[in-house]
């Protein structure tokens, strides 16, 4: 078996940085008691930053930029890993500050890791990813608020990795569910996902009033931004925001009313840190409520080679559902 691999590698240069997929070894990668063959990555925002060496992703270099990725283990120093182990990475600051997923090969930390639950493949857990993983992480955190099936729930930059994800989830769990999007074209996509309507996000997307009519019993926002703000402004009384994004802008230009006059929660949601248990629960959850038929629908497939032209196509919200990296 040949001792090297391809990956893609961000190296330091004077006018900022350059990507290019490289012949690479172990050597190469940090050192970490479990190695994985990569099979599958995936595509999301964050990683379009980081290629375009925007939002200061890419901490140090050289690099291999990727947030999560699923393969086999191929050698493990940890007793809670075996050779042959299917495993999935996301989160933890890898592709980050360490290398991560656009590689055939990778070198991690045993803790990071989690085992395959039974269900998923590596190509449907990367058709989940990061991006899924959030996306069931909002949904448990409105469930947990108390948030009832057959209420009205708003999703914001609905077509994307996360909204995509989230749209499908809350109409399996019987919610009604509104789709929020700037892309009119993309209507059809997000009804056969169980989108009950589609929300025009320029209604949305202008400074409106703190308090506005109650039309949403809760919320999963991607934007951020005086989206959210809107969004808010418009939860009806003893509702629930969970928010994971800021595509929008990471201000936030409300006031208290909505969360004092009508007893609203704005929840955060991240998945880069979030604890072991939850993780699991959150997996567990998608495995059983999830069908390959859903993956199919909202996923496609790209090469390593092609990641670099499609940074700019994903930072421009151009790119519908998820986006599966065969490494």
Known sequence: MSNTFRALVARKRDSGHAIGIEEITERDLPEADVTVDVEFSSFNYKDGLALKGLGRILRTFPMIPGIDFAGTVRASASPSFRPGDKVVLTGWGVGESWSGGFSQRARVKSEWLAKLPKGLSTRTAMAVGTAGLTAMLCVITLERHGIKKGGDVLVTGAAGGVGSVAVRLLSRLGYRVHALTGRASEETFLKSLGATDIVARDAYQQPGKPLQSEVWHGAVDTVGGALLANVLASTAYGGAVAACGLAGGGDLPTSV?????????????????????????????????????????????VQLDDLPALADTILAGQVRGRTVVRV
């Open 257 to 301: 009313f909505p969360f004092i006059l009508r007893n609203i929660a704005l929840l955060g949601v991240d998945s880069v840190n979030c604890p072991a248990g939850r993780r699991a629960e959150a997996w567990g959850r998608i495995a059983d409520l999830l069908t390959e038929e859903d993956f199919a629908r909202v996923t496609q497939e």
